[in-house]
Every structure is written in C-alpha cells, then in structure tokens.
C-alpha cells in the first residue's frame, strides 16, 4: 500500500508520501513515491504515485525520456498546469493500453493514482489527481488536500486543521502527523517518509526533509502528540449523560 | 454506512453507534443500531449492528422472539459469554440461509457484522465481533476494541489513546470523538449517536447518552477538539528541514 496526500492552499504546497510497497504481506520494499521535476526558476513540478509499481514506473520513465529526448510536450516545456495534467493522463493511458490486457487477463491490479501539484510562471499554484483513467480532478480552496492510497487514517487530522489560509508550518506538521496515523494503522504504509514544502511563488524548493524509521524526529511528534491527545481528552468538558434515553433503554421486557 | 465501535477494558466497557442507514445517496434513513439486552444486577449485554438492514434486523427480531418464547437458549438464558457470541453467529447464519440466495441472484450486498459485549455472572466483561459468516473473535487486552461498519476514519483517535488502563471517562471521550471524525469525513455516518458505558462488576448500565444533530455538547467537544488540535500544531516542535535529501532532489536533469 502507500499513502500520498498533496495540500495547496494561499502560502504554497506540501507533498508526503511513505515508501512501503508490498506484493502481499509477504514481500515488502521500499521504493520512492515523491518525484521532483522543477527547474529552480522556472517551473516547480512534483508527482506523488501510488498503486501499481509497474504502471506508475512505467509512467515515470516515459516522463523522464520524452524530457530527454527533447519531446515537443515534456515536463519542461509544457506551458500550463491543465496541460501537464493532461500530458501526464495521456501518458499513463499509453502505458495502460500496452500493459493493462496482460494484467487483466491474470486478475492482477492494474489501477493507479498520481498527484501532482507545482507552479508554472504566470500561473497560481495548481494540484491535481490523475485517475488510473488518465482523467484527473483539482483541489480547490474548499477542500485545500487530496490524497491517494490508504487515505482514510489519514483524512480526520486534515479535516479538523486545513483550511486554505493554514500557514504552511502549520500544515506540514499536519501532513506529517497525517502520514504518522496511517503508518501506525496500517502496516503497509511505512517509512522513510518524503515531504516537500514549496513557497508560492518562489520557483524553488527550499523545504525538504527525509524521515527514516526510528527518527529522532518523527519519536518526538509521535510522543508529543499523543501526550497532547490525551491531556485534550482530560482537559474536554465531562459528558453530561442522559438519565432518560427512551431508544437506548432496555430493548426486550418479557411479557 | 454505519460506524459503532465497542471498547473493553480493566475498568469497563464502552459502546458507541451512529444512527444513519443509506441505500445509495439518495436515500437515507435513521435507524437505531445499538440495542441493549441486559437485565439489572443480572447481566449486561449490548449489541451494535452494521451491514444489510434487512439481515440485522431479522438477526434482532429472532433473538427478541426466543427470548419472548423462553426458548431453550436465549440472550437471557445463556450461561456465558462464548455461548452468546456462538448464539448470535448461529441465528446469524440461519437468516443467511434464508435470505442470502435471493440477495446474491440480483447481487444486492448481503454482509454485516454484529459487535456484543457484556458481562455474566461469573465472568469477566467481554467483547465479540461477529461476522456475515457468524465466526468471530473476541477483543483482548492488547487490543482493546472493536470496530464495524467505516471503520478507518476513527481508528487513529483509538490507536492513540486506548489502552487497558485507560480510565473509562477518558475512553468515552475517545469514542464520541472516534465517531464525530467518522461522520465528519463520511456523511453516511451520522447522528443521532448512542453511547453506553459499563462500569465492571456493576451489572447494570448507569451512563446513556445520546447526541441527536445540532446537540450542544457535541458541537462543543468538536469546537474544542479542533481548537487544541491547532494549538498542539503550533507547540510542537517545528521541523528540521534537512539541506541534502538525495532521493528527493531534482530528478531529471537533462543531459
């Protein structure tokens, strides 16, 4: 499994993701899943991948060689967000339509997701989720995150803390703890964990930060947040029960 | 969808359940999901349902029925815990066999999944899931609850915070938070919630609470759960962004 997630909002954008795989519980590795195509100066492009390891890597090297050879729409050369969107859907299409009857026929899962998010000059900062599909959806100021993978453990945290003016240090503890919650329920999320926090406007990533198992760290967050959690629970007002609650009192009187 | 959980430990239990029943998005409905078949000074013994509608509550209207008819075994016969849990699964698999055939021909969801827990005389308190198929297993103290129906958006708060010591009027802030995350990331859960605890050794239940739409309380524990939240962010200790991160640098560097 893996988890992803992108947050954009008015300061800039972060991106986290683990690097478990598995094929089965019994074969984990670790592969990375946070890709950096900027240019500092120019363009800030960052993709998050997750579910087929085939399918998403594929895609990858098909990015990187028509950057390579020079290809009219590459990653670098693409002149809006919408259209690297569209080029990445397309690549991915492309893969499907060659490697897709070969899993199906075997029942293997073929789906998979990408997130990607940056800045092109003259542009605002832009996220999107590509689909397996090759269509994609983008976050918007309403709901600033999206997420691939295991996303359920991790959506309660982002949904009580993210909003579109969160500062951005805030947000990145955010999305650490987010990644934190879905390794501890979720075995085949794990790390190192990657995360990436770009400034808008500033065409360059400044921010970025590796945590490895058994990080200093991602202990201190962990322990500290938990002893916050339960000073919270102490601290939250008593619950004020019910002497009469007709639903829940007794649910069977013999006659 | 459906969230309940039910959390055991040194101190007691604890029972939680949301209210909504959809059938698609377009059409919701509120149904009870908690039901309590416990006699006072006798025994305590709780039941949550999730899953097919129609099968939990013909799983109910059997057990009510035998008891009525002061059947052999029954919810108010049985001499232990196992035999409930073994009781439920049987009658369980009995309304399967019934209605399951003509559910999968028009391949309409026939599953579900039954927590009860308790305690006898005699016994310590214990804790059961039940599946579709009526095996099931019991909660023990390293893991000290039980989750049916969305249960991944409420299972961080737990894994935090749960632990066999934990005093029961801290679990229980625990459990409304559990099931507020739940119903805050997925609108098929909702309230009214019901929530019963059940002090060790008291055979008899003294705390129901139930929270409809719009109750004081919750939105209290929400606006203060949300505040320390963000208060805890802004205290903890800020990250250390490394200035070499290898596998995160730029990844394509054309030749």
């Given at each position: 499994?893996?988890?992803?997630?992108?947050?954009?909002?008015?300061?800039?954008?972060?991106?986290?993701?683990?690097?478990?795989?598995?094929?089965?519980?019994?074969?984990?590795?670790?592969?990375?899943?946070?890709?950096?195509?900027?240019?500092p100066?120019?363009?800030?492009?960052?993709?998050?991948?997750?579910?087929?390891?085939?399918?998403?890597?594929?895609?990858?090297?098909?990015?990187?060689?028509?950057?390579?050879?020079?290809k009219?729409?590459?990653?670098?050369?693409?002149?809006?967000?919408?259209?690297?969107?569209?080029?990445?859907?397309?690549?991915?299409?492309?893969?499907?339509?060659?490697?897709?009857?070969?899993?199906?026929?075997?029942?293997?899962?073929?789906?998979?997701?990408?997130?990607?998010?940056?800045?092109?000059?003259?542009?605002?900062?832009?996220?999107?989720?590509?689909?397996?599909?090759?269509?994609?959806?983008?976050?918007?100021?309403?709901?600033?995150?999206?997420?691939?993978?295991?996303?359920?453990?991790?959506?309660?945290?982002?949904?009580?803390?993210?909003?579109?003016d969160?500062?951005?240090?805030?947000?990145?503890?955010?999305?650490?703890?987010?990644?934190?919650?879905?390794?501890?329920?979720?075995?085949?999320?794990?790390?190192?964990?990657?995360?990436?926090?770009?400034?808008?406007?500033?065409?360059?990533?400044?921010?970025?930060?590796?945590?490895?198992?058994?990080?200093?760290?991602?202990?201190?967050?962990?322990?500290?947040?938990?002893?916050?959690?339960?000073?919270?629970?102490?601290?939250?007002?008593?619950?004020?029960?019910?002497?009469?609650?007709?639903?829940?009192?007794?649910?069977?009187?013999?006659?």
């Open positions: 499994m893996t988890y992803c997630l992108g947050i954009i909002n008015h300061h800039g954008l972060i991106f986290g993701a683990d690097s478990r795989t598995n094929a089965g519980v019994d074969y984990i590795s670790t592969y990375q899943k946070l890709f950096d195509f900027c240019i100066g120019d363009r800030t492009i960052v993709l998050c991948t997750s579910g087929s390891l085939s399918i998403t890597q594929a895609v990858m090297n098909h990015l990187r060689q028509d950057i390579k050879q020079n009219d729409r590459n990653l670098h050369t693409l002149p809006n967000f919408y259209e690297v969107a569209r080029y990445i859907g397309s690549t991915l299409r492309e893969i499907q339509e060659i490697d897709r009857p070969w899993l199906e026929r075997d029942n293997i899962d073929f789906q998979c997701n990408i997130l990607v998010g940056g800045q092109l000059q003259g542009e605002d900062p832009q996220l999107f989720l590509v689909y397996s599909q090759g269509n994609f959806i983008q976050a918007t100021p309403e709901t600033p995150f999206l997420q691939i993978g295991e996303t359920k453990y991790g959506k309660p945290i982002l949904d009580r803390v993210l909003h579109y969160t500062p951005l240090h805030l947000a990145v503890k955010a999305a650490v703890l987010s990644i934190d919650s879905t390794m501890k329920s979720n075995i085949s999320v794990g790390p190192p964990l990657n995360v990436l926090m770009y400034q808008r406007d500033s065409f360059e990533i400044h921010h970025r930060l590796r945590l490895r198992l058994g990080s200093p760290y991602l202990a201190t967050i962990r322990r500290y947040w938990e002893e916050s959690v339960r000073k919270t629970f102490e601290e939250m007002p008593e619950i004020e029960w019910q002497d009469d609650v007709g639903a829940n009192k007794q649910e069977v009187l013999i006659d």
